[in-house]
């Protein structure tokens, strides 16, 4: 988790130093966006081209940004990335390295979101979370939550069935890369995940659900490392819940509480 946590924070802190413009427009290589869905919050990207260089999305709002790397088996489909900063006005910029830290940008619109439910942002299939593609991983929600009658039985049956069934894997912390996706399947398959897919798995099967479910990336007194945890919205308000921690606990005979307190964790980035 340690060296996770130093490319994480490495990466935030390149990602904010790349530039809004840099060697003006790259020209003949457009990326196009589809915005049909930005009343549900969340914006398409698709590239014309196989990028041969680092390609990247900088989704912006005000002072804040999410970068996101748009990876060459994406040519010619549609990655779609949240727009999970609030209402009102973004700029979606698509940035082609051009050497060391330095881009340039293929493309920049800027775009209105209005999305009347809130929490409608965090049940969309996602870069971060692609539930949709997660084959298995619906279909064992699905079994879980058969029969349970509300979200919080069933966002309690998923979250007994993780903490239960997958345990941490120290081989993939020590080697994994900033721009590291978990895949959802793979994590319900093989039963071992860093944080990261621990949240994404659980975020994964409670938004198949219907269940908006946040992932979360920050700081927890639980751990001493950079951390991924959910928020899940039960009973109208926003819930934290940390399998990561929890299968912990539980592989060593302690009790964990469903719910955790919330200020024992500072969110840097929401997804």
Not at 11 to 36: C, E, M, R
Not at 118 to 127: A, R
Not at 163 to 181: C, F, G, I
């Amino acid at each position: 988790m340690f060296r996770y946590a130093r490319l994480l924070l490495s990466a935030l802190v390149l990602f904010a130093a790349i530039p809004a413009v840099a060697y003006g427009s790259a020209g003949a290589n457009k990326a196009t966006l589809d915005t049909s869905q930005l009343d549900k919050g969340t914006i398409g990207i698709r590239l014309a081209y196989k990028p041969s260089v680092n390609t990247k999305a900088k989704i912006s709002k005000g002072s804040a940004s999410y970068i996101y790397t748009l990876t060459p088996e994406a040519k010619g489909q549609t990655t779609w990335l949240p727009l999970q900063m609030g209402n009102g006005q973004y700029e979606v910029a698509v940035l082609e390295n051009v050497s060391g830290t330095k881009y340039r940008v293929l493309s920049s619109e800027k775009i209105d979101v209005a999305v009347a439910r809130t929490t409608d942002v965090y049940l969309n299939s996602t870069q971060n979370i692609g539930w949709k593609d997660a084959e298995e991983a619906l279909a064992k929600a699905k079994e879980l939550t058969r029969n349970a009658t509300t979200d919080e039985e069933k966002a309690k049956a998923v979250y007994e069935y993780i903490v239960q069934n997958v345990s941490y894997d120290k081989e993939l912390a020590r080697k994994v890369t900033a721009d590291y996706l978990p895949d959802i399947d793979e994590t319900l398959a093989s039963g071992q995940a860093i944080c990261y897919g621990y949240a994404t798995l659980y975020a994964a099967m409670l938004r198949s659900a219907g269940i908006p479910t946040k992932l979360a990336m920050g700081t927890s007194t639980h751990v001493a490392e950079y951390h991924a945890w959910n928020e899940v919205y039960l009973n109208g308000k926003w819930v934290v819940v940390d399998t990561t921690v929890d299968a912990g606990l539980g592989k060593n005979k302690k009790n964990a509480a469903f719910a955790k307190k919330g200020s024992d964790y500072t969110a840097i980035k929401y997804y």
